[in-house]
């Protein structure tokens, strides 16, 4: 429409339509300005239990109708994949801190949408039969689950095709730690459906309270169990979901725009950050990457035998009630922290795990620290056995010994180590697979071969490298 024509409607509207649906003549446009509101339309704006229930019904109705129209999510199409990935390392960067906040505002403005919407029905109170909620609780959750999944899917496509090396690991653990955090919220929306699908309610995902043995539920937990939820229960625990999503994806959006702003600043500086370590592979200090943790931590790749630890404790640990301290153990290249986590779990040992992977006390929730025994290192205590499995593989020549006489300095009683049998399966030149194996972990620690704890130990074990490689070495000052 050119620019007379506008002006030529702008001045000769012939009619406009009044608030009863009629018709009536119009001069020009001001005629279309709604009127000045009156005191009573301002007060009814603000308090809506002053309106009418028709024109509340027709309001949730609006609102509903609005919502189903939505548009779709916007996809991640072929020029925009080309277009990003074949740009500089900082132009990347950038994109993908504006598409961190882009989905958290989205989100952060549809949840108030929603809850806007979702507010109409306690209007409803006393027409039960108005159960529309039901569908709105569902397609919210649908429209953020897509919005979450599509950013997601952005992220995947430009950490794949790195080609160019843009995204280093400090960048791609803040990725996984959103991709975990998303995990565990997921699973409390597949909670949600779970208990649509048995219980014909929502319930509270977070927080069940468990039943005792007289069918009471403890007086110290929020929630309750099902089915016992109302209307505004289901309302308000669906909301709950994703005003959750919601907080987690502010926190996320301030990680990746202080990442990216690190990063760029490196790359303007021109340092390299990243400080020669591979997604997938062990360092040069033949410590393991932090997204190869986290993928182990995630994804269940720590292995744990049970044979071994209750070997340990009935063959090597051999604690007591009557006494006053517990034996201590101190878990060297502990992974996951696993083996010690069983140990603690028995109440008749106290373990400490220790690990060379960086940020590992971040990963694992400070369950880990964050300590490299291939270098010398100076711990606030002693404990009375050292454990270290399936770190022979790792140790590369020259660090088994500083490995090695850390234990000596850190551990009283014994060591319970595991070798490796094949070469092949070690890390180049590594000092713990040679036959001279026994002698090397002798002389550094000062620790004897106990060959009967040994055999035990290994007969007791259940997986079988640790049948093989499995050693016991005790202080011959405590032997006795």
């Known amino acids: 429409m050119s620019w007379r024509l506008c002006l030529f409607a702008f001045h000769f509207a012939v009619a406009v339509v009044d608030d009863s649906g009629r018709y009536r003549a119009a001069n020009d446009m001001l005629d279309l300005v709604p009127p000045e509101p009156t005191d009573a339309d301002r007060a009814a704006s603000v308090d809506l239990t002053k309106q009418p229930i028709e024109k509340l019904f027709r309001l949730l109705a609006y609102e509903l109708m609005r919502e189903e129209k939505r548009p779709p999510e916007s996809q991640f199409g072929i020029r925009d994949f080309q277009m990003i990935t074949g740009a500089p390392c900082i132009e990347q960067l950038a994109f993908i801190a504006q598409q961190a906040n882009d989905v958290a505002e989205e989100v952060r403005v549809y949840h108030l949408n929603v809850t806007s919407t979702a507010g109409l029905y306690w209007l409803f109170h006393k027409y039960p039969e108005e159960h529309s909620w039901v569908w709105l609780m569902s397609i919210s959750h649908d429209r953020v689950l897509r919005k979450i999944e599509h950013h997601l899917s952005k992220l995947a496509a430009l950490t794949v095709d790195d080609k160019a090396h843009c995204i280093p690991m400090n960048f791609r653990t803040v990725f996984m730690n959103a991709v975990l955090t998303w995990k565990k919220l997921h699973g409390d929306f597949i909670a949600l459906l779970w208990n649509g699908v048995a219980f014909g309610v929502l319930g509270d995902v977070t927080s069940w309270r468990e039943i005792d043995e007289e069918n009471e539920t403890a007086a110290d937990g929020p929630g309750g169990p099902p089915p016992n939820v109302s209307w505004s229960e289901n309302i308000i625990f669906g909301n709950m979901w994703i005003s959750s999503v919601e907080r987690w994806l502010q926190h996320y959006s301030r990680e990746v725009v202080q990442a990216a702003y690190s990063e760029l600043g490196a790359l303007q500086a021109g ?5 020669g370590e591979s997604a997938w592979r062990q360092t040069v200090d033949g410590v393991i990457s932090p997204t190869d943790f986290m993928y182990k931590q995630v994804f269940g790749g720590w292995e744990l035998d049970k044979g071994l630890l209750r070997g340990m404790l009935r063959h090597a640990l051999q604690p007591t009630y009557e006494e006053n301290e517990y034996v201590s153990v101190g878990d060297f290249g502990a992974g996951g922290g696993h083996y010690s986590e069983w140990l603690n779990d028995t109440g008749l040992v106290k373990a400490f795990a220790f690990d060379a992977t960086r940020v590992v006390s971040d990963i694992t929730g400070g369950a880990v620290q964050e300590v490299n025994f291939a270098s010398q290192v100076k711990l606030w205590r002693q404990f009375d056995w050292g454990l270290c499995l399936d770190v022979a593989a790792h140790i590369p020549r020259g660090h088994a010994a500083s490995l090695l006489n850390n234990v000596k300095t ?27 194996f026994v002698t090397l972990v002798e002389k550094e620690t000062g620790f004897v071969l106990d060959a009967d704890m040994t055999k035990s130990l290994r007969h007791s074990s259940d997986l079988t490298r640790f049948k093989e490689t499995a050693a016991v070495f005790v202080s011959p000052a405590w032997k006795v």
């Open 410 to 436: 850190h551990v009283s009683r014994g060591l319970v180590i595991s070798a490796v049998a094949d070469k092949r399966e070690t890390a180049e030149g590594g000092q713990l697979v040679d036959s001279n």
């Open 271 to 275: 340092l390299d950050t990243h400080q």
